[in-house]
């Protein structure tokens, strides 16, 4: 008899495995922190997670480099690295001294992402990380935003701080010291 229950639902069409599982997971989490928290605390939350990550990848890619710091060019295929390797559909615009530009059609958490801003933290923070970590210094603009309802992401990753001008789009992000 408990044979029969352990394989009872194993035919159902059921569209749910351990990725879905973790996406929905996920959604749900951070939908519960901004109703409880509020969006800018949930984004904090997130914010801390993503920066861990961005942390370990960072070793990752600079270990797979074969060096001590990545220049802009490795910077940016890292970050479209990592995304391709979490079905993100990531791409450079642009690199220039002061900037990577990035777009992307298609977010690792599928259309769970969709009114989860606090979701596009994790991005900011892993992008911001690896870049400070880098090239001294990144302030990721999210400039659009599946999340938001934009048909996809741009991501401007500016590598220079503004001098002598309050800074109110972006998120910075600084390499630590020691």
Do not use: W
């Amino acid at each position: 008899m408990g044979r029969d229950l352990e394989t009872a639902f194993a035919d159902a069409p059921i569209g749910r495995d351990r990725d879905q599982f973790l996406r929905e997971f996920v959604r749900e989490l951070s939908g519960t922190l901004e109703r409880v928290v509020g969006i800018d605390q949930a984004a904090g939350f997130m914010s801390t997670v993503g920066g861990r990550i961005g942390r370990l990848m960072n070793e990752e890619y600079r270990s797979h480099a074969g060096c001590a710091q990545m220049n802009r060019e490795q910077v940016a295929a890292a970050l479209v690295d990592l995304k391709r390797r979490i079905e993100g559909g990531f791409s450079v615009t642009s690199i220039t001294d002061d900037a990577i530009v990035l777009q992307n059609r298609v977010c690792p958490f599928g259309d769970q992402v969709r009114g989860r801003p606090s979701l596009c933290m994790m991005t900011s923070n892993i992008f911001g990380k690896i870049a400070a970590e880098n090239l001294g210094y990144a302030r990721v603009e999210l400039a659009e935003t599946i999340a938001a309802g934009d048909g996809g992401c741009r991501v401007i990753i500016h590598l220079e701080p503004v001098e002598g001008a309050e800074i109110d789009v972006g998120r910075e992000y600084f390499a630590e010291e020691g």
